[in-house]
């Protein structure tokens, strides 16, 4: 099988806690040398994509901002396409304003509850306005749907692990848009032009990752940094394609798949 396109995460995957994964630079400009299409799907809300792509290129990345998708940016073109004009409340940890583009903020009367990455921003009193404003059907759109994301201090639960609970007391379901959603993967993979069943999704994640981009029809390969962990193996409802230590190990994977 040949490939067509690489989509990188990035947080577990090139670097932890903003420091650069060992060998991630040097796997990232192997792929690039062999002239494939290259993307970035994230779900960090907590920079822009500009943001994102000086600090990789700091860290000896080549990355351009235009080949970064994030959940922010995926969500504020879902807001201007189906809620058009609506006041919003965003929750997030992190000015990611200049991802939403169109999308008008309003604390005091909105009209769409928005929830970012989690952090100190998801208080007991903010979560419990939430579900106030989910019972009187206030829409809620969720950035993403993670549950964890690592750090060099060990692993922080995400946003998607505060959705099951203001579901159940909002008595209404949250729209999720980024990982583990399809919408991120079709896109990365239409900004590359490749297709999907011959494109790689490299991620740390089995679940919201790797399985997800299996599930529409990715090459799913999973490192064993960031925040992944042996026992997700054991338990997980279906393998994953590929199974590698690190990014470093990618370049000699695409010799196996796409020699």
Not at 57 to 72: K, S
């Amino acid at each position: 099988m040949s490939v067509d396109g690489v989509l990188f995460d990035i947080d577990g995957v090139l670097v932890t806690s903003w420091r650069p994964i060992p060998g991630a630079a040097d796997a990232l400009r192997a792929v690039r040398d062999r002239s494939l299409p290259v993307a970035f799907l994230t779900n960090t809300t907590s920079r822009t994509r500009a943001d994102i792509a000086a600090t990789l290129r700091e860290r000896g990345m080549d990355v351009d901002a235009r080949e970064i998708v994030t959940a922010a940016a995926l969500t504020a073109e879902y807001l201007r396409v189906t809620y058009p004009g609506a006041r919003c409340l965003v929750v997030n940890h992190g000015d990611v304003g200049e991802d939403l583009t169109g999308v008008v903020l309003d604390d005091a009367d909105p009209e769409v509850v928005v929830l970012g990455g989690a952090g100190p921003e998801f208080d007991h009193v903010t979560l419990s306005r939430v579900v106030e404003l989910m019972q009187r059907g206030v829409p809620v759109v969720a950035m993403q749907g993670g549950l964890t994301w690592a750090t060099e201090d060990g692993l922080r639960i995400d946003t998607g692990a505060y959705l099951c609970g203001l579901e159940a007391a909002g008595d209404a379901r949250a729209t999720v848009i980024g990982k583990p959603a399809p919408t991120g993967f079709t896109t990365a993979a239409a900004l590359m032009g490749s297709d999907p069943e011959r494109t790689v999704m490299i991620g740390d994640d089995l679940v919201n990752d790797v399985l997800a981009a299996q599930y529409v029809g990715l090459i799913g390969v999973l490192v064993r940094t960031g925040k992944f962990r042996p026992a997700v193996l054991v338990s997980a409802p279906r393998p994953p394609d590929h199974v590698i230590d690190s990014v470093a190990d990618l370049p000699a994977l695409l010799d196996e798949l796409d020699p």
